[in-house]
Each structure stands twice: as C-alpha cells, then as structure tokens.
C-alpha cells in the first residue's frame, strides 16, 4: 500500500494547507520517512506524484536537508553537537561514551535498530553544551554518565507506542 491508501486524510489536509501543491513537498517527504524508514527511491517518486512535479524536484529537496535520510537510520537519531563549545565543554567525550555504550561509531546504526549515532555542527544552544539531539529534541548539560539514563528513557518510549519521527513531522503538535 501507498502513501496515499495509507494516510489519504492527512494527504488531503497536508495539499489544503498551501496554494500549490508543490509547497507540501517537506510536509510529505517526513511523512514518507515516517512510513518506510528513510527516503527510498520509490518513496521520493510517490511523493512528486502526490503533488505533480518531476521526481527530480523532489530528489533536490531529499538531497539538501539534514533531517530527510536517504538510508536506513534508527528509530532514535543522536545527533551530537562538535561545534567549538560544545567540544569545550565535552562533546568528544560525549560521543566517545555514546560509542562505547551503543557499540557503534558515528555514522552507524544499532543493531536492534534503536539508535543512529552522528556528529553535527551547532545545534544553537551553545548555553546548554554539550548538547544532543535525539529526533527533535534538545538534552544539554549532558556528561558521560548520564548516557545510560537517557538511552533507558528512549528506549522506553519507543517501547510504550509513542510516535517518533525523526523528521519532525510531529513537530509543534
């Protein structure tokens, strides 16, 4: 079953909410990466034609934003800041736990496919450093030892049936 079969009410409220059609393109991609993991080729296909452009429009967009994968990623995406404050005030030393304790390095995935681990430059809350952000949001003042906690506590709510995006296509909800 396609987007449309699946999620045809929000569809139709996502295509209301703009004068073109085209205008939904970040609103559907998030709901697709929703639905199948990440931006397959077919998935990026759907998507132009739920709103009438070439698939290479869409691609553009899929290729251009940090928050749209284009390969699997886990349900949780760690992304930690290594801008300057962040690393004076210990991101290297928060990734190097993350690691240690997921057993993977940046840019990999868990094998249960919980937690995708990545680096990424300034997440603007420099007061906060070292800042992660897992989906959408933001846990700062973090140090090595809190790590266990909080992975326990995502972990929990992937397990209770909460909707995740890691788009944030239930941003502001």
Known sequence: ????ETYAAEIDAL???YAQPRSAVLALLYLAQDEYGHLTDAAVREVAELIGVPPTDVFEVAGFYSLL???PVGRWVLQVCDDVP???CGA??????LQDTLGIRVDQTTADGMFTLQRVKCLADCNRAPLLQANLEYY???EPAK???LLDTLR???ASGEALSVSGRFAGQ
């Open 1 to 4: 079953m396609g987007l449309r």
């Open 15 to 17: 295509l209301a909410r």
């Open 69 to 71: 994968y284009r390969q």
């Open 86 to 88: 962040c690393c004076f």
């Open 92 to 97: 290297e030393e928060l990734i190097s736990a």
């Open 140 to 142: 700062g003042n973090l």
């Open 147 to 149: 790590i266990g906690e």
């Open 156 to 158: 929990a709510r992937a």
